[in-house]
C-alpha cells in the first residue's frame, strides 16, 4: 500500500532534525487517532492561546466540540487560523551526557481553518466519533445526542491538508568520547495505561 | 500552610465551569512538576504555532531549552508572548449519554513574555533541572553540559505571574431522567506508566 501523502508547506517542512520529518498520512493518522487530547492554538491579537480538548479524526477532518459559548471554539469559528498540536510521549532517553538528553515522542502539527458543522447529520456522526475515539465501540452503549443537546453544542470540523508528524524512536546518541563513561544510558518506555474501570453506582447526579 | 495564589487576570479567569478553576501556586506547580512536556504556543503575524516540548519549573519561573537556531525559542526570545499548556489526563469519564461524556483531567495555562537566560551558572541550572524533571537524581548521573554545549543552547525563562489551573476530577454528571439507563457508567482511570528501562550497550553513536 503506498501511503499517500500530505505536501510540506514551509510550515510544516521540518527544518531541524529533519529526518524525523514524516508527511504520509498512515502516520498522521495513526497519531491523531491514537492521542486522546489535543492542544488547539489560536491567536487573538498577536496574544497565543492555547487549550487542551478532546478531537475525533473522521476520514480527511479533525472534529472538535464544545458549548456554543466556547471562547475558543467561537474564535476558531470567526476565522482565526488554528494550529492543532497533538503529542504522544513514548520514552524518556537518558543519555550519558546532560546535553544529549532526549524524548522519544510522536506529534502531529496541523495548520488551518476551521469550520462550524451546521448539518445535523454530520453534527451527530462528530460527536459520536469523539465518543468512539475515547473507547471503541462506545457509541452504541450511551444514549445519543437530542436535539436541543445538538443546538448547544458548537462542533468544528478542520481539514487534514497542512500537516505533517515529527517521530523519535531509539536510544541516545552520545558524543563518542562519552561512551567510555560510566554513566547509565539507554531508555524508559512510558505508555497511557488504563487502570480498573470504577463503575458510577449512583441513581442521581451529584447534589441533585 | 496557606498556599499563595497567582491573581487571576481577564485572561485566566475561567469563564465557564468556573468551579474547575484552581489559581494557588500549589496547585499550578504540581501539575507543572508531574507533566513531562508543555505546548508552548506563540503568534507570528496572527498565524499561530503550538509546539510540544521539554521544560522544568525552578522556583517561580518555567526553563524551556533547544539549539539556538530553533524556531519557536527564537521567537519567543524576540518578544513574542507565550502561552504555556500542560495537561494531564486521569481519566475518561463515561457517561449514560453522549453529551456527559467527559475527561478527567488537570491542565495549566501560563502567559507571558520568555527572556533568554545570559548568565551561565542559571543556564546550567536550567539545564540540570530539565533532566531532573525526566528523572529525579539523574542529573548527578551524567556528564554535565561543556562549555562548547551550552553555547549551542538557548534556554529560556519564562515567570509564573499569570497563570490557572483547571481540574476535573469525579464521576460522570448526568440528566436525572438517564440514570434508569441500563448503560454503564463511570470512570476508567489513566496514567503515564514507566516501563523496563532498556540499557543502551552500543559502545559508539548508531552510523559513528
Chains 1, 2 share one sequence.
Not at 523519535?168 to 558524543?175: A, C, N, S, Y
Not at 563513561?181 to 474501570?197: D, K, N, T
Request: a neutral charge; hydrophobic letters at 40%; aromatic letters at 6%.
Amino acid at each position: 500500500m503506498t501511503a499517500s501523502q500530505v505536501p510540506p508547506t514551509s510550515r510544516t517542512k521540518l527544518r531541524r532534525k529533519s529526518d524525523r520529518g514524516r508527511y504520509d498520512r498512515e502516520t498522521i493518522d495513526g497519531i491523531l487517532d491514537e492521542a486522546l487530547v489535543c492542544h488547539v492554538g489560536f491567536a487573538v491579537e498577536r496574544r497565543p492561546w492555547v487549550i487542551p480538548t478532546a478531537f475525533a479524526r473522521v476520514g480527511e477532518h479533525v472534529y472538535l466540540h464544545g458549548a456554543v459559548g466556547n471562547f475558543a471554539l467561537r474564535t476558531l469559528a470567526g476565522g482565526a487560523e488554528a494550529c492543532l498540536t497533538v503529542t504522544l510521549v513514548d520514552g524518556l532517553v537518558l543519555a550519558r551526557s546532560a546535553f544529549h538528553h532526549s524524548m522519544n515522542y510522536r506529534s502531529v502539527l496541523l495548520f488551518g481553518h476551521a469550520a462550524a458543522v451546521t448539518d445535523d447529520d454530520e453534527k451527530r456522526a462528530a460527536l459520536l466519533a469523539i465518543v468512539e475515539h475515547m473507547v471503541a465501540g462506545r457509541s452504541r452503549s450511551t444514549r445519543p445526542p437530542t436535539a436541543q443537546e445538538l443546538r448547544s453544542t458548537l462542533v468544528l470540523r478542520l481539514p487534514i491538508e497542512e500537516a505533517s508528524a515529527k517521530v523519535r524512536t531509539g536510544g541516545p546518541i552520545d558524543e563518542l568520547a562519552d561512551y567510555e563513561l560510566p554513566h547509565w544510558a539507554g531508555v524508559v518506555p512510558l505508555s497511557l495505561v488504563q487502570g480498573e474501570p470504577q463503575r458510577d453506582l449512583a441513581s442521581a447526579p451529584p447534589g441533585g
